[in-house]
């Protein structure tokens, strides 16, 4: 199974370019199974976001949104969305279109 991480886009003020919100997604793929998970963390005066904008890298802001979210939690919930396409335990679908 392979897990990515990765930083969609950043939102900043323009007067000090500070970092106000990133938007993150996680994917996961597993054979012919995928599964996808995103969202956005805010930041404000109360958050020690020192690098300058010209200075980030990706792995920089990850670790931002990893200090926000529990990011072992966020994998093992992918990772048991695929599990349950893999072995599902509802489908759907109508007898009479079988």
């Given at each position: ?29 597993d ?24 200075e ?43």
């Amino acid at each position: 199974m392979k897990i990515q991480w990765s930083i969609e886009k950043l939102e900043r003020r323009i007067k000090d370019d500070f970092v106000v919100a990133v938007h993150w997604k996680l994917f996961a793929i597993d054979g012919d199974h995928d599964a996808l998970n995103f969202g956005v963390i805010n930041f404000g005066a109360g958050d020690e976001l020192i690098t300058p904008f010209n200075e980030l890298t990706e792995k920089i802001v990850l670790d931002w949104v990893w200090s926000k979210i529990n990011r072992q939690h966020a994998e093992d919930q992918i990772i048991k969305a695929i599990d349950l396409k893999k072995s599902p335990s509802i489908i759907d679908g109508n007898p009479w279109s079988a």
